[in-house]
């Protein structure tokens, strides 16, 4: 039913990707709960080359039924030169400023803490969110497509806590 807020979410995993040889940037110690329409985020990001912009981010979205199986992909987002989109999308400004020191680029090495940060999930509203089971994997990359940094973000939406 598209125009009402969806019901609730369970961040079931927030991770760094598996099968990733040297990142440049790992998350660590991530806790994630829910609240209606939004998340809150505690994590560490170590940061251990800095990255130089243009950093680009793609973003595959696979759906699946509450059970995790028949899992299809659903969506797939590249963004060009992420730095250069910031100031004017406020998603990628929030996510960078929930970090102490806020996430800036290019991205000095260095440890960045967020703690307890809400971030909003508008973003999930570019989707038909219905019951499902969403698997999400953020890659950032380097001019050469090298992955730089990788999340990997399961939720499951119910229209019951």
């Not at 909003?120 to 499902?132: C, Q, S, V, W």
Request: include cysteine.
């Amino acid at each position: 039913m598209m125009g009402r807020l969806f019901g609730f979410y369970n961040v079931v995993t927030y991770d760094n990707c598996k099968h990733m040889e040297n990142p440049a940037a790992t998350l660590s110690k991530v806790k994630v709960s829910g609240k209606p329409n939004a998340i809150e985020l505690s994590a560490i990001m170590d940061v251990t080359q800095e990255i130089e912009p243009p950093v680009h981010m793609q973003l595959s979205v696979k759906r699946c039924n509450l059970q995790k199986e028949g899992c299809e992909t659903y969506e797939h987002i590249s963004m060009e030169d992420i730095c250069s989109k910031i100031d004017s999308n406020p998603i990628l400004h929030k996510y960078m400023d929930v970090f102490t020191p806020p996430l800036s680029c290019p991205l000095k090495k260095g440890r960045y803490v967020a703690e307890k940060a809400e971030l909003k999930l508008h973003m999930l509203e570019m989707f038909p969110i219905e019951n499902a089971f969403w698997q999400m994997e953020f890659r950032f990359m380097n001019k050469h497509n090298q992955t730089m940094q990788c999340d990997f973000v399961e939720i499951a939406v119910t229209d019951k806590e």
